[in-house]
Antibody
Framework: EVQLVESGGGLVQPGRSLKLSCVAS????????MNWIRQAPGKGLEWVAY????????YYAETVKGRFTISRDNAKNTLYLQMTSLRSEDTALYYCASRGFAYWGQGTLVTVSS | DVVMTQTPPSLSVAIGQSVSISCKSS???????????LHWLLQSPGRSPKRLIY???NLGSGVPDRFSGTGSQKDFTLKISRVEAEDLGVYYCAQTTHFPYTFGAGTKLELK
């Protein structure tokens, strides 16, 4: 059974940092590009970042470019999102999802507030 | 960025009714490999999104054949035949042809 399990969310003050993790199982993680996608409360889906299977290709949404860093450790079957200089508008449920949005995690909630 | 325009924003349906949702993109979604990376997702209340259809018309794993996708280039449609209660939620189209990846605003399917 495919599983993606996110963690690392929480309440953080504006300007601070947070690192999210997504542990994959049930499929060959190292063969798949991976995405982070977020959903603000009551809103639609917003793609955040993508990393190719071997980390050679990385892309970001303009709204997070320069502040967020996506990375992965294929030996640990884990995807990461390092978030810095957080803003209130980054408040959202953050999902990891595989290439083509085939598999999704349950999400981890990030709340940016003083 | 590719703008995905989804209509209608909401649908009120009776169980057993058939419905269609439209998704139009501001650019062609045909990739250089000849494939079209247009997908349909369903987010049931309180749940994570689930991919129903990939590459325009391919049914996702375990997805009933009441769901079908058609279209090409910039114009796509999701059809649900004989709506069941478990089909209720928000439907999104999404493209993974061009970066940044983008989603439609969603179509909320509700019971009449």
């Amino acid at each position: 059974e495919v599983q993606l399990v996110e963690s690392g969310g929480g309440l953080v003050q504006p300007g601070r940092s947070l690192k999210l993790s997504c542990v994959a199982s049930g499929f060959t993680f190292s063969n798949y590009g991976m995405n982070w996608i977020r959903q603000a409360p009551g809103k639609g889906l917003e793609w955040v970042a993508y990393i190719s299977s071997g980390s050679s290709y990385i892309y970001y949404a303009e709204t997070v470019k320069g502040r967020f860093t996506i990375s992965r450790d294929n030996a640990k079957n884990t995807l990461y999102l390092q978030m810095t200089s957080l803003r209130s508008e980054d408040t959202a449920l953050y999902y990891c999802a595989s290439r083509g949005f085939a598999y999704w995690g349950q999400g981890t909630l990030v709340t940016v507030s003083s | 960025d590719v703008v995905m325009t989804q209509t209608p924003p909401s649908l009120s349906v009776a169980i057993g009714q058939s419905v269609s949702i439209s998704c139009k993109s501001s650019q062609s979604l045909v990739y250089s490999d000849g494939k079209t990376y247009l997908h349909w997702l369903l987010q049931s209340p309180g749940r994570s999104p689930k991919r129903l259809i990939y590459q325009v018309s391919n049914l996702g794993s375990g997805v009933p054949d009441r769901f079908s996708g058609t279209g090409s280039q910039k114009d796509f449609t999701l059809k649900i035949s004989r709506v069941e209660a478990e089909d209720l939620g928000v439907y999104y189209c999404a493209q993974t042809t061009h970066f940044p990846y983008t989603f439609g605003a969603g179509t909320k399917l509700e019971l009449k």
